[in-house]
């Protein structure tokens, strides 16, 4: 124990010695020649302005494209995550900004389940993402939804993926779009 002890504070003591010591001091160097500098002449190359964006605001491909006109949902559920709610937000924000367009938002489902269930599940989709936007301002009477169950699939297939994609609230411009 003894020894321990000793090897300890030998090994506490050379460390504070070590922090405590100062840096060797920095021997200067001698300034560095440099060459005459030559000035080159600059050619400013035109070019032609960059068009940002072929879409007309207001029109349905702004909307599918700059907003976004999908949400998806958890199996069996009709939950907004909040990804959805940012959809939802922009959403909103477009229709503010558009107050002529009237909407219809779609609930749809995977093919897993009975028709019924699925066209019941569908319309507790598409409501909630009906409140959610009337809770954003968008006037419910601009908005008006519909259940396709399974009906409507968005991809074709038998698997997660699929299922996960046919899972959604599809919002659709029906009317009061620009061309």
Known sequence: MQTFLKVTAAAVLLATGACASKPAPVAETPPVETAPVVKEEVKVVETTPVETSTIAPGSLEDFRVNVGERVYFDLDQYRLDSDDQ????????????????????????DERGTREYN?????????????????????????????????????????????????????????????
């Open 119 to 179: 066209l019941a599940l569908g319309e507790r989709r598409a409501n909630a993402v009906k409140e959610y936007l009337v809770s954003l301002g968008v006037s419910a009477s601009r908005v008006d939804t519909v259940s396709y169950g399974k009906e409507r699939p968005v991809v074709a297939g038998s698997n997660d993926q699929s299922w996960a994609l046919n899972r959604n609230g599809w919002t659709q411009v029906v009317s009061g779009a620009t061309s």
């Open 86 to 109: 940012d959809i939802l937000k922009r959403q909103a924000a477009w229709l503010a900004s558009y107050p002529n367009v009237r909407i219809l938002v779609a609930g749809n489902c």
